[in-house]
């Protein structure tokens, strides 16, 4: 059993491959670079891709590339996919592969995921997603070039609106000592909500923020003219890398999660979904909240450092 970690030299990537490692998973990075990686591939060579994935049990794609065909290449050999891809469309794409994967995997989605079905288990109603990410975090290009993509994009509301990415304001209490000072956070294309929205029969709405009022007013300002996107900093200026999740249900009943280091958190996830996925293995694409419930993290010793409240 051989988990493969695409990316895994880079800014999550790295965190899972520890993990795993320290849990007794075997782990092999693969990326471009032959000097860190244990195996040399280039995802835009669908002949290296073939040969990479041999002897692979579960591919990671923590490489930033969302090219279906990868998921295709590893559904025809009945490897499991997991993928931490944020993009709606992408998603909505593998969820039509013919063969095991796993989607929504890491802090957003993932853990919002986790948070607010947890919410529509006890209050069968709307719930708004929040997740407010540090800026001050030093992440990946593929990342930043997620959140920048979304500037002036529209996705479709739970009402069959059409909503501008980083628009329509929303205020969240976040915990005390989160650390993150009171001001809106902006509507977001995240996938689970349209997911848990079809799933639920009930409206999940996901909002954004970042630890700096600034940042976040700069997204909500660049999204109307995302033509000066090039004047945007190449790192979202911030000073924290503290992150907060939370998913409020509309009696107000919240579930939040908060910790440091959002990419470390995005790791977490997806190693306990790894290991969740070797012992119970799915033939299908399913998302995460099909193969983990939330209390599967926050009583997993890989999640320690994540504080969880219901309140």
Do not use: K
Not at 154 to 163: C, Q, V, W
Not at 180 to 188: E, K, M, N, Q
Not at 280 to 298: G, R
Request: proline fraction near 5%; charged fraction near 20%.
């Amino acid at each position: 059993m051989t988990v493969l970690v695409l990316g895994g030299y880079g800014t999550v990537g790295a965190h899972l491959v520890r993990l795993l490692r320290a849990e007794g998973i075997p782990a092999q990075v693969a990326g471009r670079d032959p000097a860190r990686a244990d195996r040399v591939v280039d995802l835009r060579d669908s002949a290296g891709v073939d040969a990479a994935l041999t002897g692979a049990t579960v591919v990671v794609n923590c490489a930033g590339t969302e090219d279906i065909r990868l998921a295709q290449a590893c559904a025809g050999r009945g490897i499991a996919l997991v993928d931490i891809s944020a993009t709606s469309n992408y998603v909505q794409a593998l969820e039509d592969v013919d063969g095991p994967a796993v989607l929504g995997v890491g802090l957003a989605p993932g853990l919002t995921t986790l948070l607010a079905v947890d919410g529509l288990t006890h209050h069968r109603g709307p719930v708004d997603i929040m997740i407010g990410l540090g800026s001050g975090e030093t992440h990946g290009p593929a990342a930043t070039a997620w959140t920048y993509r979304l500037l002036g994009q529209h996705f479709p509301d739970a009402d069959g609106t059409s909503i501008r990415n980083f628009t329509g304001r929303q205020r969240f209490s976040t915990p005390a000592d989160a650390d993150y000072r009171p001001f809106p956070a902006v509507r977001a294309d995240f996938a689970d909500q349209h997911r848990l929205t079809r799933e639920f029969g009930v409206a999940v709405r996901t909002y954004l923020r970042l630890d700096s009022r600034l940042a976040t007013l700069g997204l909500a300002a660049l999204t109307w003219a995302p033509a000066l996107q090039r004047l945007a900093p190449a790192h979202i200026p911030g000073s924290s890398d503290r992150w907060v999740a939370l998913a409020r249900s509309a009696d107000g009943s919240t579930r939040s999660a908060r910790g440091r280091g959002q990419s470390l958190a995005t790791a977490v996830v997806t190693a306990i979904t790894v290991r969740a996925l070797i012992r119970n293995p799915v033939s299908a694409p399913t998302w995460i909240h099909q193969l983990l419930e939330l209390d599967d993290i926050c009583h997993d010793p890989l999640a320690a450092d994540i504080r969880f409240e219901r309140y």
